[in-house]
């Protein structure tokens, strides 16, 4: 098993400190936005996809960046493609990615991370550098480490 970095386990006990299972899952997805988008270098854009309620297209969620694409299709686009597959894709290149919707032409690299609410498949983390291959397997380990943080503060959530 690899290990996660010590700065992904500090973000981790910072997202465990402002995450609150007594607020509203969009609060905490807020949040979980807003210190991403502060504390990773080289990024343009953090924030989530969840999926609607007729299951076959993801709806944009919190976020801190550039307007985004609002629908994407279950399928579609890496984030898409990671919601259907239920796990993480980490693409080097994203205009080499078959089928990538670009919703910010800076955008080079991108990594996206399924999430559960309550053990169900609810969304999509989804995050897109100005940088070819930013994202290495240090920070897939380590972003799937923080969407854990945000899993098991949610855990508890209800409509």
Known sequence: ME?????????GKQL???????????SNL??????LWLELSDIN?????????NKDTLFLGPFQGKPACTSITVGK????????????LRVADVHSFPGHI??????ESEIVVPFRLNGQLFGVIDID????????????????????VLENNLADVHF
């Open 45 to 53: 854009w953090v924030g989530c996809y969840l999926i609607n309620q």
């Open 3 to 11: 290990q996660v970095s010590t700065h992904y386990i500090t973000l």
């Open 16 to 26: 465990d400190a402002i995450l609150d299972k007594d607020l509203p899952y969009i």
């Open 77 to 88: 686009g890496v984030c898409g493609e990671a919601f259907a597959q239920q796990e993480t």
């Open 30 to 35: 807020a949040n979980f936005s807003a210190l």
């Open 129 to 148: 550098s100005p940088k070819l291959s930013r994202f290495g397997a240090d920070d897939q380990i380590g972003i799937e480490h923080l969407v854990n």
């Open 102 to 107: 670009a919703c910010d032409s800076a955008s």
